[in-house]
């Protein structure tokens, strides 16, 4: 029922850009809390960014300054910009939506930086 599912990845070069976006559906999406983590093999998992009901953002120092995060109520969709991509930020990016109850988690998709 409760479903998220992520699209916009891919390969791009470095410095390019890359628009990830998270479609959702089953949930009361105004009350949740939604954001972006990454994982790469052999590497910590990193929050990448996370946008509040309100709209207020915050994102890691790697992420400060080149990425984006918005949120549509309208459209149950949140969007990470990702703009000067760098090699360091390949990884699988994983969507997710909370309260203080529970998360949901998207599948993933896979972006790679690389000439």
């Known amino acids: 029922q409760v479903q998220l599912v992520e699209s916009g990845g891919g390969l791009v070069q470095p410095g390019g850009s890359l628009r990830l976006s998270c479609a959702t559906s089953?949930?009361?999406?105004?009350?949740?809390?939604l954001g972006w983590y990454r994982q790469t093999p052999g590497k910590q998992r990193e929050l990448v960014a996370f946008?509040?009901?309100?709209?207020?953002?915050t994102y890691a120092n790697s992420a400060q300054g080149r990425f984006t995060i918005s949120r549509d109520n309208a459209k149950n969709t949140a969007n990470l910009q990702m703009n000067s991509l760098k090699a360091e930020d390949t990884a699988v990016y994983y969507c997710?939506?909370?309260?203080?109850?529970?998360?949901?988690w998207g599948q993933g998709t896979q972006v790679t930086v690389s000439s």
């Open positions: 946008i509040e009901s309100g709209g207020s953002t």
């Open positions: 997710y939506a909370a309260t203080s109850v529970r998360t949901y």
């Open positions: 089953g949930i009361i999406f105004s009350r949740y809390r």
